[in-house]
């Protein structure tokens, strides 16, 4: 069998139709050849009837169908004008002639178009066997794609070597800026091969999602293989965005896990001079009337300041440690009333003046770390009070059902934009309006989350014309009682 390949069924139409007349001549002339020769040998009918089926079936099997039609219609011409009397004449005496004639014709189609299609699917085999060949070639090499390089070019060059195109054009959304015939098949949205161009056009997708496009050209086109290789170009783009997306991920939690450490540090380091100086603070506020009027005023800002420290390096260590997720619960029951009033009691008058609360008089304890608790609530109000228009109210509603404790903080003034809505709960995050609003760190939302999270619950945020309301769940303790 004779190796087939893709550039032998693929050959321009003239060549193979001038071939065909070729080999159709020269078959009549070998039938007619081979009859003169077995006349000369005084073969009878079926010695010679069996050397044109086997030239039929040779035929059929190297050239196909047509040619072994044509040769063994020659054939029939032939028996009948050398070897069934009367000889030499295109005639026939005996009606049993005809039958041989018939049968051996029959039989030589028969025998013929079973060997042609024993030789196509034979070719198919062949085909596919490249096909697969050049598939698993080209999928090998684009696992050893380098995702420091530009994916596009890298996937060009092996599509080229792979398919043998002349040129290989390729866009992705996510990676090309170059506007070509690849852009404009992705736009277009449909598939295509010119034969004659040698040029297929193939969209990218992934599962049924169009990423980009690929333009193959001067290359003997076949569209499974196109469509193979798109399906493996797509892929490829895929799996190099997943990977740079990883590596981003891996960049960015390597640098919160160096931004946690250094801000751990510095909470650590400043919590022991802030302790001496409240000490040293509080010391010459307790010897007040030997101070004159000037230096208490002076040393009670110091106090106020130092403990405002104290508070900020408590807030580190504690985002810190929930950012890292050492953080152990201490929880016991606690009354949520009685924490809102603690919470109020730690803030000044005009902040308490302004908050209102609602809580139903059936609250249950719940079974929490109660410091925690406290400083996310702290943290919610203080928000509130920083971010609302004016002296306006900041309504707490307390809810609660079997499973879960919500604590809604309310406030009036601008709303947050829809897109800020996530980031403002990320550490160190402050919304574009906060730039021109009041100061502050970008942390107290964070541990709001972060606490919520701890406690088997979570934070968000609700913006309704002009009133926001952020949320704060915790989960009940399993184990804990509840009404």
Not at 6 to 31: D, E, M, N
Not at 132 to 145: F, G, N, P, Q
Not at 268 to 297: N, R, V, Y
């Amino acid at each position: 069998m004779t190796e087939w390949s893709l550039a032998q069924l693929h050959r321009p139409v003239v060549r193979r139709g001038s071939r065909r007349w070729l080999a159709g001549f020269l078959g009549i002339l070998t039938s007619a050849a081979i009859g003169a020769v077995a006349f000369r040998l005084h073969f009878n009918l079926s010695a010679i009837g069996s050397v044109y089926l086997l030239l039929v079936v040779f035929t059929a099997l190297r050239w196909g169908f047509g040619l072994a039609t044509v040769i063994s219609v020659a054939a029939v011409f032939c028996m009948n004008y050398l070897f069934i009397p009367p000889i030499f004449e295109f005639q026939v005496a005996d009606p049993e002639n005809w039958v041989a004639l018939f049968t051996f014709e029959t039989a030589a189609v028969v025998v013929s178009g079973l060997s042609s299609q024993l030789r196509m699917h034979a070719v198919q085999v062949e085909i596919q066997r490249a096909r697969t060949a050049k598939l698993y070639e080209l999928s090998r090499a684009i696992l050893l794609i380098d995702g420091r390089r530009s994916t596009s070019e890298q996937l060009s060059t092996l599509i080229q070597e792979t398919v043998q195109a002349q040129t290989v054009e390729l866009w992705v959304m996510y990676e090309s800026d170059s506007i070509g015939p690849a852009y404009e098949t992705y736009l277009e949205g449909t598939d295509g091969d010119d034969t004659d161009l040698r040029v297929t056009r193939r969209v990218l997708k992934v599962g049924a999602t169009p990423i980009g496009g690929m333009v193959l050209r001067g290359w003997e086109t076949d569209s499974l293989l196109a469509n193979a290789v798109a399906s493996l170009a797509a892929v490829a783009f895929e799996r190099a965005r997943s990977l740079r997306k990883e590596n981003r991920a891996e960049a960015e939690r390597n640098t919160e896990r160096l931004r946690t450490a250094v801000l751990d540090g510095l909470a650590h380091g400043f919590k022991t001079p802030l302790t001496a100086i409240q000490t040293a603070s509080s010391g010459l506020l307790a010897i007040d009337p030997q101070l004159t009027p000037t230096q208490a005023e002076l040393v009670s800002i110091i106090d106020e300041e130092a403990t405002a420290l104290s508070r900020l390096a408590t807030r580190l260590l504690q985002t810190a440690a929930l950012e890292a997720g050492e953080v152990r619960l201490q929880r016991s029951k606690i009354s949520v009333a009685s924490l809102l009033d603690d919470v109020l009691e730690d803030e000044d008058e005009t902040t308490r003046a302004r908050v209102k609360i609602s809580a139903p008089e059936d609250l249950t304890e719940i079974d929490v770390d109660a410091q925690m608790i406290r400083l996310a609530i702290l943290q919610l109000i203080d928000n509130a009070a920083k971010y609302s228009v004016g002296r306006s109210t900041i309504e707490v509603t307390v809810t609660q059902d079997d499973t879960e404790t919500t604590i809604a903080v309310a406030n009036g003034g601008s709303p947050i934009r829809p897109e800020e809505r996530e980031r403002i709960f990320e550490r160190f995050y402050r919304g574009l309006e906060s730039a021109h609003g009041p100061s502050g760190t970008g942390l107290g939302l964070s541990i709001v989350k972060k606490t919520a999270e701890a406690h088997g619950g979570r934070a968000w945020v609700e913006c309704e014309k002009d009133t926001t309301r952020f949320f704060f769940v915790v989960e009940h303790y399993e184990g804990a009682s509840h009404g």
